[in-house]
C-alpha cells in the first residue's frame, strides 16, 4: 500500500479548510470534463447491493454531481455531503429536478450521525480524501446492519503514449512532478488496492470488484481543463501551472488534428457492512 499513501500524501496532509477550498478555482471545469460513470456499471452496483427502489443513501462528496445524476434518475432518496461550496452550487443545480436529492455543504468528518440508518454509502472518487480515521468506522456507523459501502473510481483520462510522450518533454522541462503515464493495468491495480484497505479495516466484509475501460474524446481546450481538475496540478504555482498548460496547448495544437482521444478505468467496490 506505501505507493499508494504516496500518491495521496498530499491529501492527507491538509487540514478541513483546505480541503473545503481544493476544487474551489475548477469547480466549474470539473463539472464539465471529469469522465462520467458508464451505466452498466451503476445498474451493477444496484444489482450487487441489491438496492430497492426505496432505498435511502448517503453520497459523501458529491462533488458536482456526477455521480448523483446517476442513482437519482432510479428515484433513490439522497442525502449528500460536499464540502466544496462552489461544487455544492453545481450539484444542486444538476439535481435540481429531483426533489428526493438534498446537498449538504459539508464534510464528512464535520456530518453528524443521527438516529437514521441508510441502506448505502456512496463516496465516487471522493473516499481518499476522508480522513483514514474516520471513513471506514463512521460509514459503517451510518450504514443499516446488512447494508453496503460502495466505492466508485474513475482514474485519469489518459491519451495515447504517443502523444503522452509529445506531452512528457514538455512536463519535464515545466512540471517534473506531474510527469506521470498510467497504463490500463496501472490504473487498475491502484484502484483494486484501494478495495483491500476497507476489507483491512475490519468494518466491512464480502467485497466485490468489478471495473470497465472507458474511451472519452475531448477538445483541446476540455482536455487541458480536465487536467487543470486534477490535484497534481491544482498543486503547482500560479505561474508555473499558467506557464505549462500555455506550453501543453502549443504541442497539442501542433500535433493533434480533431479531438483527442482518451481512455480511463471505471470501477467500483462494494463491501458489506460487518455483523
Given amino acids: 500500500m506505501k505507493k499508494f499513501e504516496e500518491q495521496f500524501k498530499h491529501i492527507y496532509s491538509q487540514d478541513l479548510s ?3 477550498t481544493w476544487y474551489s478555482s475548477v469547480a466549474e471545469a470539473y463539472n464539465k470534463t471529469r469522465p462520467r460513470y ?8 444496484v444489482e450487487l447491493a441489491k438496492l430497492t427502489p ?9 462533488g458536482p454531481g456526477i455521480a448523483t445524476v446517476e442513482f437519482a434518475k432510479l428515484g433513490f432518496s439522497i442525502v449528500s455531503l460536499e464540502p466544496s461550496p462552489e461544487s455544492c452550487e453545481f450539484a444542486r443545480e444538476n439535481c435540481a429536478q429531483y426533489p428526493n436529492v438534498e446537498i449538504q455543504n459539508i464534510t464528512f468528518e464535520e456530518w453528524e450521525l443521527g438516529t437514521n440508518k441508510f441502506d448505502a454509502v456512496i463516496a465516487a472518487t471522493a473516499f481518499h480524501w476522508i480522513s483514514p480515521e474516520i471513513r471506514c468506522s463512521k460509514s459503517a456507523q451510518a450504514l443499516k446492519d446488512n447494508s453496503s459501502l460502495i466505492l466508485l473510481s474513475n482514474k485519469e483520462p489518459q491519451p495515447s503514449y504517443e502523444i503522452y510522450q509529445l506531452l512528457s518533454e514538455v512536463y519535464q522541462k515545466q512540471a517534473p512532478s506531474v510527469t506521470r503515464y498510467e497504463d490500463p493495468e ?3 491495480k491502484t484502484i483494486r ?5 476497507i476489507i483491512d479495516s475490519s468494518y466491512f466484509q464480502s467485497l466485490f470488484y468489478e471495473y470497465l475501460r472507458c474511451e472519452v474524446n475531448y477538445s483541446i481546450d476540455d482536455y487541458l481543463a480536465m487536467l487543470s481538475t486534477l490535484s497534481p496540478f491544482i498543486a ?3 505561474q508555473q501551472r499558467s506557464s505549462l498548460f500555455t506550453a501543453l496547448k502549443e504541442v497539442l495544437e501542433q500535433n493533434c488534428e480533431g479531438d483527442i482521444q482518451t481512455s480511463y478505468i471505471s470501477a467500483f ?5 460487518a455483523i
Fill in 18 to 20: 483546505e480541503k473545503k
Fill in 38 to 45: 458508464p451505466k452498466q456499471l451503476i445498474n451493477r452496483i
Fill in 54 to 62: 426505496n432505498a435511502k443513501i448517503l453520497e459523501l462528496g458529491c
Fill in 186 to 188: 496501472i490504473q487498475e
Fill in 193 to 197: 488496492e484501494f478495495g483491500g484497505r
Fill in 236 to 238: 503547482l504555482e500560479s
Fill in 269 to 273: 467496490h462494494i463491501a458489506r457492512k
